[in-house]
């Protein structure tokens, strides 16, 4: 770990903090500094209560900014922020504007960061933990997709139910969407001497964490919590009605660029299963949202079209 002042280039002063925004879990502060040869710069300091959080970012921005430099602001350091138990995360600062991303270069850049991304592994997963907003995802390695989603979704089933309690119905469709539902959809893909590449990808990409440089009009994605997985898992979260990135113009051109895997008749369905971990992390996140219902209704269609069907 790293302080503040170990994390800026050598020779650099701050010379003002100003800060952004706040969540429950986070707060955001722009540092603007002063360089050893006097021009100015600028960080964004994101900071925290928990170590392994930053950490978690800190290393997933690495691995998208050293796999496509021109897609993540360059992360420069993590560690602690004060004697209070704060953590912080240190990246370049952008000039960001958060109107919608354009649908053509967000499709192609996506999809050259999951076809250029290699895992050190050959497996699914991460280095380290990797966090959705405050949660903990549990990316540890698996040689085996079906596997690996198995413990991503029971892992965030457990969250939701720490947070809003046992709920029956949740849980009579969690039990056969772990044992059978996941296999059913999921297996195929590697079936039939098929094979899917394990690709880097965000793991929390929707509009919020997508920005526009305001002077270059490139496009960066940012609070990352990833791993290498499936590349349709990625945008899953675009299918979620709480989200804006549902126009079809975004999945259309993203699938331009990458194909959808084999068997392509069940993408659709696929791509519900995967928009469930989304709904249930974010009813984890905000006790009585309405996401814990639509999980049920969407895992309720896929048992009753692939299992009891």
């Known amino acids: 770990m790293l302080s503040i002042a170990e994390a800026l280039k050598p020779g650099e002063e701050i010379i003002e903090v100003q800060q952004y925004d706040a969540s429950n879990w986070a707060s955001t502060t722009k540092v603007d500094t002063r360089k050893a040869d ?9 900071a925290t209560d928990a170590a392994e959080r930053v950490l978690g970012e800190y290393m997933a921005m690495l691995e998208i900014h050293n796999t496509l430099p021109d897609f993540a602001p360059k992360p420069r350091g993590y560690g602690k922020y004060d004697d209070e138990g704060a953590y912080f995360f240190l990246c370049d600062y952008l000039e960001i504007n958060h109107e919608p991303p354009d649908h053509k270069r967000l499709g192609k850049k ?13 497996k699914f997963g991460f280095y380290v933990t990797t966090f959705d907003g405050k949660l903990p995802l549990n990316t540890a390695w698996e040689s085996n997709w079906t596997s690996f989603f198995k413990k991503l979704m029971l892992g965030v089933y457990k969250l939701d139910v720490e947070i809003n309690g046992f709920w029956k119905e949740l849980d009579d469709v969690m039990k056969i969407t772990i044992e059978r539902l996941i296999p059913r959809l ?4 590697t079936a039939d001497g098929r094979s899917i590449k394990p690709c880097l990808i965000h793991g929390d990409l929707w509009e919020s ?12 994605i940012f609070d990352a919590c990833s791993y290498y997985a499936h590349h349709e898992k990625e945008i899953g979260i675009w299918r979620c009605k709480h989200h804006q990135m549902r126009a ?11 194909e959808r895997s084999e068997p392509v008749e069940e993408f659709d369905d696929r791509n519900r299963l995967y928009s469930v971990e989304t709904l249930i992390i974010n009813s984890a996140h905000f006790p009585g949202a309405d996401t814990r219902g639509l999980a049920v209704e969407e895992l309720k269609y896929l048992i009753e079209k692939h299992i009891v069907g």
């Open 110 to 122: 996506l999809a050259e960061l999951h076809q250029k991304s290699n895992s050190p592994t050959g």
């Open 186 to 189: 999921l297996d195929p893909l």
């Open 248 to 258: 079809e113009e975004y999945q259309k051109e993203y699938f331009k660029n990458h």
């Open 38 to 46: 006097g021009s100015p710069g600028a960080y964004f300091l994101k």
């Open 209 to 220: 964490n997508i920005g526009t440089d305001a002077h270059t009009g490139e496009l960066y």
